[in-house]
């Protein structure tokens, strides 16, 4: 029985004791614990209203609690679906965090290996400077030594030029010795006894028979030029070729344009 329904049963014995009360007069000492009891009824009917009225509170509060641990229970649930999620995201993490850890450890043995190689690229820099500097001084050294070469080989140009200069008129000179030689020959087979007699004395003398007179000079420095031989020998008489004979000894050959000349020269050597 619920306390209503025992509220409400009180309620009717109650009214009962006061009908009672009224139509069959009762003891005193009887309608005192009639009192007694009713007031304690009362009492009691007024404490099952505040129970009542507590209970339904409670009830309320009841559901409350319900509803809150039901919500409860589904944020229980879901934040358990979170944090499942959360450890395995936290798995991710950490597997991540060893990868991470891994591959810094491998960024950092590779940075060394950088810094080192950047030690020895700085190094070999410093050395190819200074070979560079080296180089440098050497192409300095090459450029001068290219000049000097170029200044020597524009004098031997020079110096070839001249001799080929001088080559040719030793051949010009040779080619006209050849032919003074045949004619002298030619001279020799048709001329008189005291005519070879003559030629042979002025070949002797260093005296062509043809005209002028040559002088034949032999042990001359290697080193003497046309020019100091023609001044030398002008104070003799004109001078017309000098031919300059160079080889194991230096030898010239001194045309002047008068045969007297080239004997005033013998006989001032005898």
Avoid: W
Avoid at 17 to 44: A, W
Avoid at 83 to 94: D, G, I, P
Avoid at 128 to 145: F, I, N, V
């Amino acid at each position: 029985m619920s306390l209503h329904d025992l509220s409400k049963e009180i309620s009717e014995h109650l009214d009962a004791i006061d009908v009672l009360s009224e139509l069959r007069p009762i003891p005193k000492i009887i309608q005192l614990h009639f009192k007694e009891i009713k007031e304690y009824f009362e009492q009691y009917v007024e404490t099952n209203d505040e129970c009542r009225r507590l209970c339904d509170e409670l009830k309320e509060v009841k559901e409350r609690q319900e509803r809150t641990i039901e919500e409860l229970r589904k944020a229980g649930e879901h934040l358990a679906v979170e944090l499942a999620s959360k450890e395995q995201v936290v798995r991710k993490l950490r597997k991540s965090a060893d990868n991470l850890t891994s591959e810094l450890a491998s960024k950092e043995e590779t940075i060394a290996d950088l810094e080192e190689k950047c030690a020895n690229y700085a190094k070999e820099a410093t050395k190819l400077g200074m070979e560079r500097e080296e180089y440098r001084q050497r192409c300095d050294e090459l450029s001068e030594a290219k000049d000097h070469d170029q200044q020597t080989i524009d004098r031997l140009t020079e110096e070839s030029k001249r001799l080929t200069s001088e080559l040719a008129s030793k051949e010009r000179t040779i080619e006209e010795l050849e032919r003074r030689n045949v004619r002298t020959e030619e001279s020799e087979t048709t001329a008189t006894p005291a005519a070879s007699e003559e030629v042979a004395t002025s070949r002797s003398n260093g005296i062509s028979a043809n005209s002028g007179a040559e002088l034949y000079v032999c042990n001359l420095h290697p080193d003497v030029t046309e020019a100091q031989l023609f001044e030398k020998f002008s104070s003799i008489g004109p001078v017309s070729s000098i031919e300059i004979c160079r080889g194991l000894l230096t030898d010239a050959y001194i045309h002047f344009r008068s045969p007297d000349d080239g004997m005033l020269e013998v006989a001032g050597k005898g």
